[in-house]
């Protein structure tokens, strides 16, 4: 290390180092981007515009705060277009020709939007609307044309969903006539003709008709039989619609009136308390945006911006989800064009070439990045403020939609539609005697997270904040003793879910586990015991069944083993050897086909078994386990012996799909308890990977909760009752739980269960009934044959059976499968056992075969060849 002693080369050090790192932020400072020319259409002078401007700027300035490596920035270039769909398309045709923009945010309405589409095509420009819905401007007819928005096409099944489960059958749609309104009707009549509803008539109104021309409109459809409306229009006009059918009269009871999401999505910008109460009871499909901090948080910050930039002007309500869906499309357009950026090699247009022509459209250009950044639009995928950014063929994908009611000064939500779950209305409670006019209140903070646990909710109603608490909260004794619960709306209970395993053999033991230890048993001993059989039956009259003891017992085990595989090469020349071999080549048929199938279920069926089934087994290896935050399972978790080390909390089932992949050693769970209609959700999701399996701890189900001694808690019980039976409930379940019934039941795909005997033991039964009675009928003949021993009143039983035994092992020579090759054969047996001595004696059995001569061919006697059998028969 050196140092400075001379303080004046000090300082000059230090001016040189303060001057260089001077020198190095400014080079980072000049860091030059590339400006790209984008265009704006929309209308300045209305609320609506200055809306959607601001929020394109905001999307604007958080994506490149958030990204300052992005070399690329969007210049914006606004056009004011007033409703006029003429000079709509002169902005955009100057923005195209003059300024040479890249792409186009806007214009507002389908109607102007049918005309610009068509110079976006033609210079290859996109056109980016966030506000056009009408299905008729499809990116079918123009590749250059991005929805940014949902087409009202996305919202006719739940409108039908909704009449359905109404009961009507009639509807009438009434629609603006123009673009907007024109273009969603081919598909709402579809929609209603799946569910078998008519459509009687069609009303449609000109935007800017007279209160005279609508009230003469109402008029005709009053005087008709159907009082089911479907309004499509814009608020401006279906607010004067609504006063007019008031004023009439077709706003009271009778008439049903459902308004689309044009009027619903921008309920917000309707200020006057007068049109609202024009609309009383009216339905309405709205989309869903799901809350989050960061809405929340840009909802906060959009409305200070926005008094900022328009001093003055007031700010009524929200910005709805048109404002969103504008902040999402111009951040969509601006990471499209950093896309293109990286590989374009300029921003610049093709001139057309149309010299001494006075016509404009002949003179624009053509953009060279147009193709591509229609590209990199499609794909571009992100988690907006409106929900998933998704592009499919140039349009915003699908979502939930709201069912709500306009009661009172505003709208309530009364149920959900989405395109998978369908609908599901909050319409069970309508079972009470009487109504109830009623408010839901969240019990949550406004970043959507519950302000407490059930608990604290209960206590709410206990303490008097809420007349009464609604939601999936468990029937406790110890909160029982403060409040009042209704019945059980549905089933409750805990239980654990554990992840399932394909549990395939692998081991080289494989083979044996198709069988049982009792049924492979039984099966040698079978075998054993029909080779004995054999040999008994043949070993008299078959040459393949003598000689050499040892080559005997080979012989009959190779031949009943053979059988197995078919293989026996050895001839039974018995009829009863013939019966039992039938008999038991069949009883072998059906055991190695069995076990055939079973031994190739085990190698290749998928055999789905949970890995833990045993809550003890988790304790004793120390598992983490998981349960929902705020749930009463705590409790019983730490009153199973868990420590707080091992207990994780989760509160979506994508969580506890993660901890479960993460698994203990990784800080996961191995097991997870919950309320089991929790589990089934999280089932009908992920039924692949995880199954219900014991314990199931009890409890009482859910519940709603009122004060002590309410009357309500007592009538809502009944009206709980009334669902139930007439089985709404289940239907609801069947609805939301749907999924789980294409499940598989992993019980039902485990094939370990070996064979036993109580699937074969008839077999083996017939089988050994069938050699036992051939067996029985050989020895009996063989009795019967030599009966004069048998009678032989001299000799004692162990002689006779001894003469016996020596009889049987001689060839039976008066047997036709001795003679069949010309043989004569000459037995001469003693008259009784008496005549032997008490000595050994020799009894000789001469056997003369006649063989040919070689002189003359023919057979003599005395070139024959004679054998000496000698028997030694020792008295006893």
Not at 175 to 186: L, M, R
Not at 269 to 285: K, P, R
Not at 729 to 738: L, S, V
Not at 759 to 772: E, N
Request: net charge negative; glycine share 6%; proline share 4%.
């Amino acid at each position: 290390m050196m140092v400075m002693k001379n303080p004046i080369s000090s300082l000059c050090y230090s001016l040189l180092f303060l001057l260089c790192s001077a020198g190095i932020v400014a080079a980072q400072n000049n860091t030059t981007t590339i400006p790209v020319n984008v265009g704006v259409v929309l209308d300045l002078d209305t609320w609506f515009g200055k809306m959607g401007l601001s929020c394109i700027n905001m999307a604007l300035s958080d994506l490149y705060a958030s990204h300052p490596n992005y070399t690329t920035r969007l210049l914006l270039h606004l056009r004011n277009s007033p409703t006029d769909v003429v000079l709509t398309a002169a902005a955009a045709l100057d923005l195209i020709k003059n300024v040479e923009v890249q792409a186009i945010l806007g214009p507002e309405s389908s109607m102007q939007a049918n005309f610009v589409i068509s110079l976006g095509d033609k210079a290859h420009v996109p056109i980016v609307s966030f506000s056009a819905t009408s299905p008729s401007l499809t990116s079918i007819r123009s590749e250059y044309f991005v929805r940014a928005a949902q087409k009202d096409s996305a919202q006719v099944r739940g409108i039908s969903a909704v009449i359905q489960a109404f009961g009507w059958r009639q509807v009438v749609p009434i629609y603006v006539d123009n673009e907007f309104g024109q273009g969603v009707i081919p598909y709402l009549s579809d929609a209603l003709q799946e569910v078998d509803v008519r459509i009687p008539n069609r009303t449609a109104i000109s935007s800017t008709a007279t209160d005279d021309q609508i009230e003469t409109e109402l008029l005709k459809l009053m005087a008709m039989q159907t009082r089911v409306f479907i309004v499509h229009m814009l608020p401006e006009l279906g607010s004067r619609v609504f006063e007019k059918a008031r004023e009439i009269g077709m706003m009271g009871e009778g008439y049903v009136w459902i308004m689309t999401d044009g009027m619903s999505n921008l309920f917000w910008s309707i200020s006057s308390s007068a049109v609202v109460e024009n609309m009383q009871g009216v339905l309405g499909l709205k989309t869903h945006v799901p809350n989050t901090n960061e809405l929340e948080g840009f909802r906060v910050r959009w409305k200070r911006k926005f008094l900022q930039d328009n001093p003055g002007v007031d700010v009524n309500g929200d910005m709805g989800v048109l404002g969103l869906w504008a902040y999402d499309a111009a951040k969509a357009l601006a990471m499209a064009v950093e896309e293109v950026g990286t590989t374009a090699k300029s921003f610049s247009f093709q001139k057309a070439n149309s010299s001494g022509s006075s016509n404009d459209l002949e003179r624009i250009g053509v953009s060279e990045i147009g193709p591509q950044l229609v590209e990199a639009l499609s794909s571009t995928n992100f988690r907006g403020l409106s929900g998933n950014f998704n592009l499919l063929n140039g349009q915003l994908q699908s979502s939930t939609f709201q069912i709500v009611n306009v009661i009172g000064s505003g709208e309530k939500v009364i149920g959900y539609w989405t395109p998978e779950m369908d609908l599901s209305l909050r319409s069970c409670k309508n079972a009470l005697p009487y109504d109830i006019a009623y408010e839901f209140y969240p019990y949550a903070n406004p970043d959507g997270e519950m302000t407490g646990n059930y608990d604290d909710l209960v206590n709410e109603v206990f303490i008097g904040n809420y007349d009464a608490a609604v939601g999936d909260i468990t029937i406790r004794a110890n909160r029982s003793l403060y409040i009042d619960f209704t019945l059980p709306f549905t089933e409750s209970g805990v239980s654990m879910i554990v992840p399932i395993k394909d549990n395939k053999s692998k081991n080289a033991w494989v083979f044996l586990k198709p069988l049982t230890w009792d049924l492979w048993v039984t099966s040698g001993c079978f075998f054993i015991f029909i080779g004995l059989v054999v040999w008994v039956l043949e070993h008299r009259i078959n040459e393949d069944f003598r000689g050499p003891p040892l080559h005997q017992i080979g012989t009959s085990f190779w031949f009943s083993f053979s059988t197995m595989v078919f293989a026996h090469r050895e001839r039974v020349l018995s009829n009863l050897s013939r019966f039992v071999v039938i008999i038991w080549c069949f009883v072998v048929l059906i055991l190695t086909q069995s076990y055939t199938a079973s031994l190739t279920s085990l190698l290749t069926v998928q055999q789905l078994q949970p890995t833990v089934t045993d809550v003890n087994l988790l304790l004793k290896n120390g598992d983490n386990v998981g349960y929902q935050s705020g749930s009463f399972v705590l409790g019983i978790l730490k009153q199973l012996g868990f420590q707080d080390k091992n207990l994780k909390t989760f509160t979506t089932v994508e969580e506890l799909d993660e901890l479960f992949h993460e698994g203990t050693a990784n800080d996961g769970i191995a097991a997870a308890f919950d309320e089991t209609p929790y589990m089934k959700l999280f089932l009908a999701t992920y039924c692949s990977k995880y199954t219900m399996v014991d314990p199931t701890f009890k409890a009482d189900g859910w519940g709603f909760v009122f004060p002590k001694d309410s009357p309500l808690a007592r009538d809502v019980s009944r009206a709980i009752l009334n669902v139930n039976e007439g089985g709404e409930m289940q239907n609801i379940e069947n609805k939301w739980f749907k999924n789980l019934s294409r499940c598989p039941d992993p019980s039902n795909n485990v094939s370990s269960n070996s064979l036993s005997m109580e699937s074969f033991w008839g077999l083996f039964l017939i089988a050994g009934v069938a050699s036992s009675l051939a067996l029985l009928i050989s020895v009996a003949m063989f009795l019967y044959e030599h009966k004069d021993i048998l009678l032989d009143s001299e000799s004692s039983f162990w002689r006779k059976v001894l003469v016996m035994l020596r009889i049987y092992d001689q060839k039976d020579l008066n047997s036709h499968t001795f003679k069949k090759s010309g043989l004569e054969f000459h037995t001469n047996y003693p008259t009784s056992p008496s005549s032997y001595s008490n000595h050994s004696e020799v009894h000789n059995v001469f056997e003369e075969q006649r063989t040919p001569s070689p002189e003359h061919g023919h057979l003599s006697p005395t070139n024959g060849r004679t054998r000496e059998i000698e028997l030694a028969i020792e008295h006893p």
